[in-house]
């Protein structure tokens, strides 16, 4: 069955670096998401992705992060400059083309920014 | 704006016995779409159910099925012979109908729903 992968499993960081999560979506779906969810709360949307452009972000989503879709299989989030407050959860979906279809999402990046 | 609240932070039942989880939400779209996700664990989110708003019959997925309540904006879970496997945080979503170059339909959720299973 396909599957969303996520890439590194745990990532750790000192303030101030910038990182990069990859996601590699389900390889006909064309919508991707970010999500992420702080320990001990709920998950929030971060940004939503189609056709090389990104369509929706919420206000978490500021000018520190960015997302790519490089090569047609990777799906990127890059945090520029990390703060404390960026340690969560990172899950990665994908959604197919129909509006019904429900999203599918990674096994999560653990960030943790020292 | 929409919001997805669940007022049980944390449930309890036996192995075998039936559990409801509740959840409301409020939103000013009249076509969208809810959801039961279920995160062990390994923190891993899956599907449980799915469930259209223009659709009145509730879903059903083997033990798992919903109480829709559309006028009342609830959407309860319940969970018939409950085993050990089904013990983790539940999270109800809400996610629009995506506009097609708009809206990608991002889903929102609620604070989720600790659920233990006693054995």
């Known amino acids: 069955e396909p599957e969303v992968t996520q890439t590194p499993s745990h990532q750790v960081t000192q303030m101030g670096q910038e990182v990069i999560l990859r996601c590699v979506p389900i390889?006909?779906?064309?919508?991707f998401y970010w999500y992420r969810q702080i320990l001990g709360q709920k998950v929030e949307f971060l940004v939503s992705?189609?056709?090389?452009?990104?369509?929706?972000k919420s206000e978490i989503f500021d000018d520190q992060f960015s997302v790519e879709r490089p090569d047609g299989s990777n799906f990127t989030l890059k945090i520029r400059s990390t703060k404390l407050e960026d340690s969560a959860m990172y899950f990665c979906a994908s959604r197919g083309v129909s509006s019904y279809n429900e999203q599918f999402f990674g096994p999560g990046t653990r960030l943790t920014v020292l | 704006a929409q919001t997805v609240t669940q007022s049980q932070p944390e449930m309890s039942v036996q192995e075998a016995e039936t559990v409801t989880l509740s959840c409301t939400y409020d939103?000013?779209?009249?076509?969208?779409?809810l959801f039961w996700y279920k995160q062990p664990p390994s923190r891993q989110m899956i599907l449980v159910i799915r469930?259209?708003?223009?659709?009145?019959q509730n879903a059903t997925e083997n033990r798992f099925s919903v109480n829709f309540q559309k006028a009342a904006k609830s959407f309860s879970l319940k969970i018939s012979d409950s085993q050990l496997g089904d013990a983790a945080m539940y999270f109800c979503a809400n996610r629009r109908r995506p506009n097609y170059g708009g809206s990608q339909g991002n889903l929102i959720f609620g604070k989720g729903t600790k659920l233990s299973v006693k054995p």
């Open positions: 469930q259209e708003a223009y659709k009145q």
């Open positions: 992705f189609y056709n090389n452009e990104i369509s929706e």
């Open positions: 939103t000013s779209e009249s076509d969208y779409y």
């Open positions: 390889s006909n779906h064309l919508y």
